[in-house]
DNA sequence: CCGGCGATGGTCT
DNA sequence: GACCATCGCCGGC
């Protein structure tokens, strides 16, 4: 039932996937094999060189040359000096475009073998999946995951399909933090699930 | 409870 | 040298 998403769920429509990755489980394996399992709640899509918003706007760089590429890979980026933001990237090659995890909700945590479930507070400080920065913190994800697979467990970090969230249940909202993107900033690319939505 | 602002470094001009 | 796809603190109500 709950499957790890395949390269070709990502080679796709951007709209699509943005909404479809909701209800599905982020995984997370720590070098000493600790997992953690979160549930996405919360995404949003950037589209194209067109996109303002889009980092790919300002044209194939060393930074944004990953979003470039096949579809299924991790982008994730340094923002403000000290904050991380996770990205799948879609599409396929040579179309730039991505979706940013914005917010998960922890389930729970499993040894790597199964042998008991532990509670997500195991792993240390609180667990805050509310906010893209912080999700990045409390998962270690950091920019050395860049170019990494989404749909192998080699990387220690991939999606598996969930319960599908119903288009009844998600709230398209307009992107946060991107006010200098023209036209483009009131385009309604950020997806919750109704669950939590304030 | 809220709005404003400072921290801090990679990336591009 | 400016700009950031953020967060949490602090002061005012």
């Known amino acids: 039932m709950t499957k790890i998403l395949k390269e070709e769920f990502y080679n796709r429509d951007t709209l699509n996937i943005v909404r479809e990755l909701l209800g599905c489980f982020l995984i997370r394996r720590f070098d000493d094999g600790r997992i953690i399992k979160a549930k996405i709640v919360e995404t949003e899509a950037?589209?194209?060189?067109?996109?303002?918003?889009?980092?790919?706007?300002?044209?194939r760089t060393k930074r944004t040359d990953v979003m470039f590429g096949p579809a299924g890979r991790w982008y994730v980026y340094m923002i403000y000096g000290m904050y991380h933001c996770l990205n799948v990237v879609t599409e396929q090659e040579g179309f730039p475009a991505a979706v940013l995890i914005r917010a998960?909700?922890?389930?729970?945590?499993?040894?790597?073998h199964g042998a008991r479930p532990i509670k997500s507070k195991d792993h240390g400080a609180s667990f805050n999946g509310d906010g893209p920065g912080k999700?990045?913190?409390?998962?270690?994800?950091?920019?050395?995951?860049?170019?990494?697979?989404?749909y192998t467990r080699e990387s220690g970090l991939w999606i598996t399909s969930g319960n599908p969230v119903s288009e009844s249940r998600i709230v398209a909202l307009k992107r946060v933090g991107v006010d200098y993107?023209?036209?483009w900033k009131d385009k309604e690319w950020r997806f919750k699930t109704a669950d939590y939505t304030d």
């Not at 998960?104 to 040894?111: A, E, I």
């Open 104 to 112: 998960v909700d922890p389930v729970k945590s499993l040894r790597d």
């Open 46 to 59: 950037y589209i194209g060189q067109d996109d303002l918003a889009c980092h790919a706007s300002k044209g």
């Open 135 to 150: 999700l990045c913190r409390d998962l270690q994800i950091t920019r050395a995951l860049t170019g990494t697979k989404a």
């Open 181 to 183: 993107a023209g036209e």
